[in-house]
T-cell receptor, first 112, second 111 residues
Framework: KAGVTQTPRYLIKTRGQQVTLSCSPI?????VSWYQQTPGQGLQFLFE???????NKGNFPGRFSGRQFSNSRSEMNVSTLELGDSALYLC???????????FGPGTRLTVL | QKEVEQNSGPLSVPEGAIASLNCTYS??????FFWYRQYSGKSPELIMF????GDKEDGRFTAQLNKASQYVSLLIRDSQPSDSATYLC???????????FGPGTRLSVLP
């Protein structure tokens, strides 16, 4: 069974731009969670989607948004990028909410 | 605010020894706990999870949960240099809420 895939793997953007990251969960998994990982803050929860509905949201500004499609694929968008948004963005999928999560390889975003 | 605490390390153990990684949590309502291993430059990979008090074993790994003390641990027997990584502990309050991750403990197994 194929694992979680994320695209793109690397991104370089400049301040003020926006970016869209994509995540395809493991086949049959309907829950997708997004995390931001930085050396100083560790793994921070962004949001979780299940059956196209956002179930939980972390403490991030409204510039961070996401959505989930009917095939469970998910996207997250960051608008008006700031230098502090430079991080590894991880997507994790699970069969349902509350089940063990499996992480994708991540998208490393660098904001210049 | 729900928090999961871990000693950041590094924790150094000699090859073949038992590595003991510890995690405490503030939310008494947390039900399930997950251990992930993350190699440098890679994403976290699930090692095991536990939701009942006591021990749960999987190969060289044993997870221990003590809900009264709000304490979770991961024991790695016969540690190998390939076990050198950061170990993340995560707690889940209930099925309706999100995972809360600790900052991770860096483990170094010395050959």
């Amino acid at each position: 069974k194929a694992g979680v895939t994320q695209t793109p793997r690397y991104l370089i953007k400049t301040r003020g731009q926006q970016v869209t990251l994509s995540c395809s969960p493991i086949s049959g998994h309907r829950s997708v969670s997004w995390y931001q990982q930085t050396p100083g803050q560790g793994l921070q929860f962004l949001f979780e989607y299940f059956s196209e509905t956002q179930r939980n949201k972390g403490n991030f500004p409204g510039r961070f948004s996401g959505r989930q499609f009917s095939n469970s694929r998910s996207e997250m968008n960051v608008s008006t990028l700031e230098l502090g948004d430079s991080a590894l963005y991880l997507c994790a999928s699970s069969f349902s909410y509350g089940n063990e999560q499996f992480f994708g390889p991540g998208t490393r975003l660098t904001v210049l | 605010q729900k928090e999961v605490e871990q000693n950041s390390g590094p924790l150094s153990v000699p090859e073949g020894a038992i590595a003991s990684l510890n995690c405490t949590y503030s939310d008494r309502g947390s039900q399930s706990f997950f251990w992930y291993r993350q190699y440098s430059g890679k994403s976290p990979e699930l090692i095991m999870f536990i939701y009942s008090n006591g021990d749960k074993e999987d190969g060289r790994f044993t997870a221990q949960l003590n809900k009264a003390s709000q304490y979770v641990s991961l024991l790695i027997r016969d540690s190998q240099p390939s076990d050198s990584a950061t170990y993340l502990c995560a707690g889940l309050h209930n099925y309706g809420q999100n995972f809360v991750f600790g900052p991770g403990t860096r483990l170094s197994v010395l050959p």
